[in-house]
């Protein structure tokens, strides 16, 4: 009866592990789908309000790249990942040459290469450096 009783409990723990493990999976999963595929609009380049330009970030974790819109082209880049550290390689672009945007293009591009830190909170997303000085910040789309 006692083998009985601690064999019953046992496997009673044992599932209730197994679920609390799988629940966690399940919320650690559901964190990464909140960031992938998600459109931020860029808000700010260092402080400075750009809204109105439309610059764009989307992150596909499947594939480690951002894309987005960078002020004339489209851009594409990688990134390495591991929780709230992250570093972008050197991005790829279209060709397209516009006169009145090159220098924010070049601008945004430069600063992401800066990222080393990602940090989202409610529907913002901030970039930052190692020294945790926020380069760029971008809000989620609708």
């Known amino acids: 009866m006692k083998h009985l009783i601690t064999t019953l409990i046992s496997i009673a723990l044992l599932f209730n ?12 999963n559901t ?4 960031f992938s595929k998600v459109k931020f609009y860029i808000t700010t380049l260092e402080k400075e309000n750009i809204a109105e330009k439309k610059l764009s970030i989307v ?9 987005g819109f960078s002020g004339c082209n489209s851009y ?7 929780k709230d550290i992250i570093s972008f390689e050197y991005p790829g672009t279209t060709k397209i040459y516009c006169q009145n945007t090159d220098k924010l293009e070049k601008r945004f591009l430069s600063l992401l290469t800066q990222v ?4 989202i909170k409610n529907n ?4 930052k450096n190692n020294n945790k000085e926020t380069l760029i910040t971008g809000i989620r789309s609708q």
Request: glycine letters at 0%; charged letters at 35%.
């Open 76 to 82: 594409i880049i990688k990134y390495t990942i591991d």
């Open 124 to 127: 913002t997303i901030y970039l």
């Open 31 to 34: 964190k990464s789908q909140e």
């Open 59 to 67: 992150f596909d974790e499947d594939n480690k790249t951002a894309s």
């Open 116 to 119: 080393k830190i990602k940090e």
């Open 17 to 28: 592990c197994k679920t609390k493990n799988e629940s966690i999976a399940q919320q650690s």
